[in-house]
């Protein structure tokens, strides 16, 4: 099981989640999340809703949020959940996002509503619904962990 | 007015469960040691932990951090690949400056894994100093005027130039206290005599 979470940690989450309560990402919602502070499961679920006017538009995808004792220095682990996972040319159908904020530009000012807001702008600003190039290669190879994969980030325009 | 702002947390919480729209500018107080005073004190949260700052840093790019958080960033980058986490400026620990309120805090010190602050940035006024004379000007090594007196340290530097050799002249006594060198002395001698004294400083 994983190690205890540090106070700072888990003070940090739960304020993030207060934050997230008060002003939420517009088509995100909270679905689950640890219920306390000395929780030692930190998975938050969220519900990402496909925007009015896009590809996705009435789509609702499980986007699911993992943070190690290390967050917020180190990126958390964002995935989508099945059954549903969006077809979008970052996303592989293991559910492994690619995308920069998530590996080498994490930042610990970063919190879970600005991951949310780059996924939903990421999932707006797509035009065709494919899966990634590689994608059937990748899922056989890839670890469960998205943070295990080398990421390269080579297109900027969706 | 005073009364207001002091009121203000009760009268939230009694807002923030039939009002939801209050809860913008007044968040509930629950999961946070301290209570939140709405956006003015936010505005003095440290960008990693999202907490009341300890040891208060801020970068040159004016974002606020505590040290240890700050710290804990910096030492996961190489130095000179090290950025400020909320605009990616470049950031490293010798330029970034501790704030010092007027109370500081009684700090746990089984809490500070990390080591303390970078120490203040703190120039002295490089002025002329309360001696100065300019009858001295050329003279870099002075024999008897600063030596320990009350101008402060002891000052001594070796260039190649004119002034150097005024100085030698001076020490030998070839020269009167205006600083000037007899005509006729051949240079080479000076010279001999500077690169003497400069094997002296680095041998001995």
Known sequence: MAAPFPVSCARRIQKELTALHAEPVPGVTLKSGPDTLADKSTDINMIIKGAEGTIYNGEEFNLRFRMNERYPFESPEVVFQPPNIPLHPHIYSNGHICLSILGNDWSPALTISAVCLSIVSMLSSCKEKKRPPDDQFYIRTASMNPKATRWMYHDDNV | ?204
Request: contains cysteine.
């Open chain 2, 1 to 204: 007015m005073v009364l207001e702002s002091v009121n203000l947390p009760s009268t939230s919480k009694d807002n923030s469960s039939t009002d939801p729209d209050r809860k913008k500018t007044d968040p509930p107080a629950s999961g946070s040691d301290q209570p939140d005073k709405g956006d003015v004190e936010n505005v003095f949260e440290c960008n990693i932990c999202l907490g009341s700052p300890n040891d208060p840093v801020i970068s040159l790019c004016g974002h606020l951090f505590c040290w240890p958080c700050l710290h804990e960033w910096l030492e996961m980058k190489p130095v000179g690949t090290q950025t400020c986490p909320v605009c990616k400026a470049a950031i490293d620990r010798e330029k970034v400056i501790p704030l010092f309120g007027r109370n500081s805090k009684g700090e746990d010190p089984r809490n500070k894994a990390v080591p303390p602050r970078p120490h203040a940035h703190r120039t002295e006024h490089t002025g002329p100093g309360p001696y100065h004379n300019p009858l001295f000007e050329g003279a870099n090594f002075l024999p008897f005027g600063t030596l320990g007196g009350p101008g402060g340290g002891f000052h001594m530097t070796i260039g190649i130039g004119a002034s150097p050799f005024h100085a030698l002249g001076a020490m030998l006594g070839f020269t009167n206290f205006a600083g000037q060198v007899p005509p006729g002395l051949p240079s080479q001698i000076f010279l001999g005599i500077a690169m003497m004294m400069i094997f002296w400083l680095i041998f001995f």
